[in-house]
């Protein structure tokens, strides 16, 4: 059975950082793209950054340049790195393994304050 759990999400101002995880289990971690999504209130899901098995990059035009996405495949982590965070980064962040379907974690809240 496929888990993602997110963890290192919370309340944090305009300028700060957070750096949020995703422990996998139940998969074999290194052949899984691994991506992280958010949704705002009101508005739809959209992904954020996704990290392949091979370990390339892609980001959203709107996180570009402020957060960055890493894997351990050693502990079956992803993390994303989240720095001068601006109040429309507020959102519910899933972590995500994608390969032939998308598995998703429970989300982690992240609110910044202006």
């Known amino acids: 059975q496929v888990q993602l759990v997110e963890s290192g999400g919370g309340l944090v101002q305009a300028g700060d950082s957070l750096r949020l995880s995703c422990a996998a289990s139940?998969?074999?971690?290194?052949?899984?793209?691994m991506a992280w999504y958010r949704q705002a209130p009101g508005k739809q899901r959209e992904l954020v950054a996704i990290i392949t098995s091979a370990g390339s990059t892609n980001y959203a035009d709107s996180v570009k340049g402020r957060f960055t996405i890493s894997r351990d495949n050693a502990k079956n982590t992803v993390f994303l790195q989240m720095d001068n965070l601006k109040p429309d980064d507020t959102a519910v962040y899933y972590c995500?393994?994608?390969?032939?379907?998308?598995?998703w974690g429970q989300g982690t809240q992240v609110t910044v304050s202006s």
């Open positions: 995500a393994a994608q390969r032939l379907r998308t598995t």
């Open positions: 139940g998969i074999i971690f290194n052949i899984y793209a």
